[in-house]
């Protein structure tokens, strides 16, 4: 059973408009949470993270936000653009009980309209 | 160039062949992890190791096998395919944990028939 759940399997955005992608997780123990991004044919790539000690990050045009208590977490690209159509996939890993493995979403596969 | 690198990047095999995907870093990194991915599934971590023969289970480890014996190589093995292991295989390392970006390798399409 998945412990990070992506419910929304895709994403249509016209260009300029916001992107919001979400994230939900079910282990209360997950306290590093990251997003990666995949083009087709291609390894996935780093987009940006977050501590459970914090509840936003931003870097540039990508903004995550994450509820502790709903475990949530949402990813804002604003403005959105062709070059983000791509697959987003959340994962998030419990660092602090010693378990470095990372578990991810079923991925949102992002198209951008211009 | 920092990179991670698998070979083959495509193989067809047979269900019982034992076959080994090779996978190497050159950044000194680490963490290394593989993972597969599939339609609907998203990415399922298969093995991770902390550092040399420092090796853990993911979440859908069986039928498979991983060593580190250097820091810089860390093969998977399947001793056994089964049409089941049919997927797209990533390897990736970070820096010493799976909180650091992890920098993905370009995949190997395997199909077992």
């Known amino acids: 059973d998945q412990q990070v759940k992506q419910n929304s399997p895709s994403l249509s955005v016209q260009e300029g408009r916001i992107s919001i992608l979400n994230c939900d997780y079910t282990n209360s123990m997950f306290d590093y949470f990251l997003w990666y991004k995949k083009y087709p044919a291609e390894g996935p790539t780093f987009l940006i993270s977050?501590?459970?000690?914090?509840d936003k990050n931003e870097d540039g045009r990508f903004t995550v936000f994450l509820n502790k208590s709903a475990k949530h977490l949402s990813l804002h690209i604003v403005p959105s653009q062709p070059g983000d159509s791509a697959v987003y996939f959340c994962a998030a890993s419990a660092i602090a009980s010693n378990d470095y493995k990372l578990s991810f979403g079923a991925g949102t596969t992002v198209t951008v309209r211009a | 160039e920092a990179q991670v690198t698998q070979n083959p990047r495509y193989l067809i095999t047979v269900t019982g062949k034992k076959l080994t995907v090779t996978c190497s870093q050159n950044m000194n990194h680490e963490y290394m992890s593989w993972y597969r991915q599939d339609p609907g599934l998203g990415l399922r971590q298969i093995y991770y190791s902390m550092n040399v023969e420092v090796t853990d289970k993911g979440d859908v480890p069986e039928g498979y096998k991983v060593s580190r014996k250097e820091k810089r190589n860390f093969p998977l093995i399947l001793e056994s395919p089964s049409p089941n292991q049919t997927s797209l295989y990533f390897c990736?390392?970070?820096?010493?944990?799976?909180?650091?970006?992890?920098?993905f390798g370009p995949g190997t399409r395997l199909t077992v028939t």
């Open positions: 990736a390392s970070s820096l010493s944990n799976p909180t650091y970006e992890q920098y």
């Open positions: 977050i501590s459970s000690i914090k």
